[in-house]
Each structure stands twice: as C-alpha cells, then as structure tokens.
C-alpha cells in the first residue's frame, strides 16, 4: 500500500513540516513508488534547512538509489551514520546499496550492524536472509527468513522472500 501510505505521509508533513520523525518512512515510500523528482527536491529543502541531520543525508542517498548511483547513495548513507551512528533505516539503506552493485560482505555488515541497533525489527534479519539467498546460501537464507519470522510474521516482502527460496528448493507447494 505504498500509494496510500505516501497520500497519507504527504497529508501529514504539510500540516506539520518541521516533524522529522516520520521522514525515513516518508522517504523511503518515496524510493519504493521511484519518485525521484519529489526525492530531489525534499533532499535540497533538507539540506539547507537541517543540515547538520542524518535524515537530510539519507534523504539524498534514498535519492541516488532512486537514480541507480549506488557509489553516491553509499556516500550519502555513510554521512547519515557518521552524523547518528544508530540512524538504522540509513545502515540498512547502507546494505542495500552495496548489494545492489554485488558487494556481498559489506552489505551484510551494514545489515548486522542495523540488526544490532534495532533488536525489536525484523527488517535487517530479512535483509541478511535475503543477501544470503541472493548469493546462493539456501540454508543460512533459510535460518535468517525463519529468525525474521519469530520477530514478525505479517510482512508480505517476508513472505514473498520465503516462497522465492522454497521455489528454488523444488517445494513448489510450500511456496505457494
């Protein structure tokens, strides 16, 4: 429901523009539904509004990955870190920028680092579930997409994820 979640962030932060808590699922939504245009320019009104914030340095990295400039959204993501060391959504957005240009082992240690600061999600276990499969390592994906689901068990992604690697397992009927 990334449409709808955007109508209702947009709604949100015009009413109150200065809140800068909901801005990485914001900006995220903003990633999923490739609007680049509206990334480009939140990310300047951040910059010269806040910054010296994380959120404004993630901001222009979700931008780049939008554009598919992974060495500059690593950049930007690694600003975010340096400026607020447990800003999770940008170590996680860290990861998948370095496994979008196949950098495996970094990838997974911007995600273990994410799975150390934010304990309570499954989103970084999932992420590391999903290196794995996508490297081919069926049985750590598998343990990493099981851990994920002890954490939460309603994430579709999640779901989705699990019967991809069931497929390539030949359990058709599981995968379904």
């Given at each position: 429901e990334f449409?709808?979640?955007?109508?209702?962030?947009?709604r949100q932060f015009e009413l109150e523009p200065a809140r800068l808590t909901g801005f990485p699922l914001y900006l995220s939504t903003l990633v999923e539904l490739g609007?680049?245009?509206?990334?480009?320019?939140?990310?300047?009104?951040?910059?010269?509004?806040y910054p010296d914030k994380a959120v404004t340095w993630f901001a222009i990295g979700c931008?780049?990955?939008t554009t598919r400039q992974y060495d500059s959204a690593r950049k930007y993501f690694s600003k975010?870190?340096?400026?607020?060391?447990?800003f999770v959504q940008a170590w996680i957005g860290f990861g998948h920028a370095f496994a979008a240009q196949d950098e495996s082992d970094q990838a997974m240690a911007a995600y273990r680092t994410a799975t150390r600061l934010f304990t309570g999600s499954h989103v970084p276990v999932m992420s590391i579930g999903m290196e794995y499969q996508r490297t081919n390592n069926s049985s750590l994906a598998f343990q990493f997409f099981l851990k994920a689901f002890e954490i939460c068990d309603t994430d579709p992604l999640l779901h989705n994820e699990y019967g991809v690697l069931l497929y390539r397992q030949g359990d058709y009927e599981n995968a379904v």
């Open positions: 449409a709808a979640c955007y109508v209702e962030l947009r609007k680049k245009n509206d990334l480009y320019l939140l990310a300047h009104s951040l910059v010269a509004e931008y780049y990955m975010a870190t340096s400026i607020d060391a447990s």
